[in-house]
T-cell receptor, first 113, second 114 residues
Framework: AQSVTQLDSQVPVFEEAPVELRCNYSSSVSVYLFWYVQYPNQGLQLLLKYLSGSTLVKGINGFEAEFNKSQTSFHLRKPSVHISDTAEYFCAVTSSYGNKLVFGAGTILRVKS | DTEVTQTPKHLVMGMTNKKSLKCEQHMGHRAMYWYKQKAKKPPELMFVYSYEKLSINESVPSRFSPECPNSSLLNLHLHALQPEDSALYLC?????????????FGPGTRLLVL
């Protein structure tokens, strides 16, 4: 079975600063990784996904993530955040045996002016 | 169009009420999902429908009854709920199940059980 650990429950950062949200996974089989964002009182929106190929994945809103198989990580990064990036971010994993998403506990990104 | 719609947005019900949550997508997706999300927690899978048949039931209590009337619609019938069932209920859909398909989520129905 797969599992996901998001190492930070909250990340405060000033506007225009870079940010990294950390995600580690465990699985005995090949995995596929996703980052979703949830704005207050809304559903989840896909930011980016890694299925195969290049380990650096670019997503919407200027976010990117790097798949690191040796470190079993899929950290999310943005070089310069905006106030509007304030939201909760979920890392999720699934495997080739089905489409059941397993989510991490979430990281709340708070961007301050 | 990558939109999944859910109605109602908010719902307050008593423990003896019967209500239904509705989800709709017009992307031609053949897999649809119900998730439950408690406050400050990640979404937890409840049910998966694939080609209008129930594929996965994650040991959900029978007071939650899903229904998939057609390939575009997914309902969740609620009866005799408990206050601990108060949560955000999210619907999602994907092109297929059993493949690595992106799940598209609706905005959710926020349910309060009194």
């Amino acid at each position: 079975a797969q599992s996901v650990t998001q190492l930070d429950s909250q990340v405060p950062v000033f506007e225009e600063a870079p940010v990294e949200l950390r995600c580690n996974y465990s699985s005995s089989v090949s995995v596929y990784l996703f980052w979703y964002v949830q704005y207050p009182n809304q559903g989840l929106q896909l930011l980016l996904k890694y299925l195969s190929g290049s380990t650096l994945v670019k997503g919407i809103n200027g976010f990117e993530a790097e798949f690191n198989k040796s470190q079993t990580s899929f950290h999310l990064r943005k070089p310069s955040v905006h106030i509007s990036d304030t939201a909760e971010y979920f890392c999720a994993v699934t495997s080739s045996y089905g489409n059941k998403l397993v989510f991490g506990a979430g990281t709340i990104l708070r961007v301050k002016s | 169009d990558t939109e999944v719609t859910q109605t109602p947005k908010h719902l307050v019900m008593g423990m003896t009420n019967k209500k239904s949550l509705k989800c709709e997508q017009h992307m031609g997706h053949r897999a649809m999902y119900w998730y439950k999300q408690k406050a400050k927690k990640p979404p937890e899978l409840m049910f998966v429908y694939s080609y209008e048949k129930l594929s996965i039931n994650e040991s959900v209590p029978s007071r939650f009854s899903p229904e998939c009337p057609n390939s575009s619609l997914l309902n969740l019938h609620l009866h005799a709920l408990q206050p601990e069932d108060s949560a955000l209920y999210l619907c999602a859909s994907s092109q297929d199940y059993g493949q690595i398909e992106t799940q598209y989520f609706g905005p959710g129905t926020r349910l309060l059980v009194l």
